[in-house]
């Protein structure tokens, strides 16, 4: 039969969720089938919650020692995480592992009554780098797709939704020629989210294509062909 992960009594029956130790009165909680406090339960949410830093349990456990000895007491919980993700924002080589750490200070400051605001707008930032890095890269490769294909031309494509800015909406209004084609990320763009903008390759109808070339050819052929026909039955 289980204990009591706090006074060790034995339990009449096997616990599927939280309930009150009838000997001492605390709180139990349920993870993976086994009892365990409510510290433990919470530093297993935490770290399941940041699997996508991976963060392991003796990363965890490292911290907190550390973090004990510097405060003089157990350090809790929330204070070990927001070490970790301070952690994670200050060694982190890509974007994204600066925007989700913030996010989590974010929740972890909701969650102690503070302000998180700060963090939001943390994450915010590093979400329109991200965005605008991603932009980028997909412009320089759609640029070395459609450079050399048989047309001169492209137009700006937006996400056509509430979060294009002004700016962007103007340059896709517009056909460009292809050495002419705005750098994206746009540089005027005012979008809060970042500039999402592509490119799309546009046939120009004003320059005949090699087909087009090859059949105009065939029918000026045929034209003289026609001619030197009419031409040889007057003289006969």
């Given at each position: 039969?289980?204990?009591?992960?706090?006074?060790?009594?034995?339990?009449?029956?096997?616990?599927?969720?939280?309930?009150?130790?009838?000997?001492?009165?605390?709180?139990?909680?349920?993870?993976?089938?086994?009892?365990?406090?409510?510290?433990?339960?919470?530093?297993?949410?935490?770290?399941?919650?940041?699997?996508?830093?991976?963060?392991?349990?003796?990363?965890?456990?490292?911290?907190?020692?550390?973090?004990?000895?510097?405060?003089?007491?157990?350090?809790?919980?929330?204070?070990?995480?927001?070490?970790?993700?301070?952690?994670?924002?200050?060694?982190?080589?890509?974007?994204?592992?600066?925007?989700?750490?913030?996010?989590?200070?974010?929740?972890i400051a909701t969650e102690?009554?503070?302000?998180?605001?700060?963090?939001?707008?943390?994450?915010?930032?590093?979400?329109?780098?991200?965005?605008?890095?991603?932009?980028?890269?997909?412009?320089?490769?759609?640029?070395?797709?459609?450079?050399?294909?048989?047309?001169?031309?492209?137009?700006?494509?937006?996400?056509?939704?509430?979060?294009?800015?002004?700016?962007?909406?103007?340059?896709?209004?517009m056909t460009w020629p292809?050495?002419?084609?705005?750098?994206?990320?746009?540089?005027?763009?005012?979008?809060?989210?970042?500039?999402?903008?592509?490119?799309?390759?546009?046939?120009?109808?004003?320059?005949?294509?090699?087909?087009?070339?090859?059949?105009?050819?065939?029918q000026s052929r045929a034209?003289?062909?026609?001619?030197?026909?009419?031409?040889?039955?007057?003289?006969?």
């Amino acid at each position: 039969m289980p204990t009591c992960p706090y006074c060790s009594i034995t339990l009449e029956s096997v616990l599927k969720r939280k309930k009150k130790c009838p000997s001492c009165g605390k709180f139990i909680f349920v993870r993976d089938g086994r009892p365990v406090t409510e510290d433990e339960a919470r530093i297993q949410d935490n770290l399941w919650r940041l699997q996508w830093f991976r963060l392991t349990r003796p990363d965890f456990d490292k911290c907190r020692a550390e973090l004990s000895e510097e405060f003089g007491y157990i350090a809790s919980v929330n204070d070990t995480m927001w070490r970790l993700l301070n952690t994670q924002v200050a060694i982190a080589k890509r974007i994204d592992v600066v925007e989700q750490a913030h996010k989590e200070m974010a929740r972890i400051a909701t969650e102690e009554g503070k302000d998180p605001q700060p963090y939001l707008d943390a994450a915010r930032r590093a979400t329109k780098v991200r965005i605008n890095q991603g932009t980028c890269e997909a412009f320089k490769r759609e640029m070395e797709e459609i450079r050399d294909l048989p047309h001169t031309k492209a137009k700006i494509r937006t996400c056509n939704d509430s979060h294009v800015c002004p700016a962007c909406q103007e340059i896709a209004s517009m056909t460009w020629p292809i050495d002419q084609v705005p750098e994206l990320p746009y540089e005027k763009c005012t979008s809060e989210t970042g500039c999402r903008c592509g490119i799309s390759a546009v046939i120009d109808l004003s320059v005949p294509t090699a087909q087009q070339n090859e059949r105009s050819i065939e029918q000026s052929r045929a034209k003289l062909e026609e001619l030197q026909a009419r031409a040889a039955a007057l003289r006969q």
